[in-house]
């Protein structure tokens, strides 16, 4: 069984920063390109960043230019860095792996951000 445990959520005022992490219970980690997704009150679930087991990155316009994703392979876990946070960045952030070799997808339990003032 594939566990993915976010953390590093919180209330941020608008400006401010806050780092993402999420640990894999698992080595199919190493296989997976990894990504983060959001889901704000109301509206679909987003892709936020994706980053390969080769570390090539990917992000929504959004998001380009403040926020940064990255692995540890050895660690087994993927960050999220969110700078100059925006009210509209408010969500909940789930974590995803997909394995390249093996069908499926695995996600996390979700952490909430909230950007206000």
């Known amino acids: 069984q594939v566990q993915l445990v976010e953390s590093g959520g919180g209330l941020v005022q608008p400006g401010g920063s806050l780092r993402l992490s999420c640990a894999a219970s698992s080595n199919i980690f190493s296989i997976s390109v990894m990504a983060w997704y959001r889901q704000a009150p109301g509206s679909q679930r987003e892709l936020v960043a994706r980053?390969?087991?080769?570390?090539?990155?990917n992000y929504a316009d959004s998001v380009k230019g403040r926020f940064t994703i990255s692995r540890d392979n050895a660690k087994m876990t993927a960050y999220l860095q969110m700078n100059s946070l925006k009210p509209e960045d408010t969500a909940v952030y789930y974590c995803?792996?997909?394995?390249?070799?093996?069908?499926?997808?695995?996600w996390g339990q979700g952490t909430q951000v909230t950007v206000s003032s």
């Open positions: 995803n792996a997909r394995p390249v070799t093996i069908a499926g997808a695995y």
């Open positions: 980053i390969t087991i080769g570390g090539s990155t």
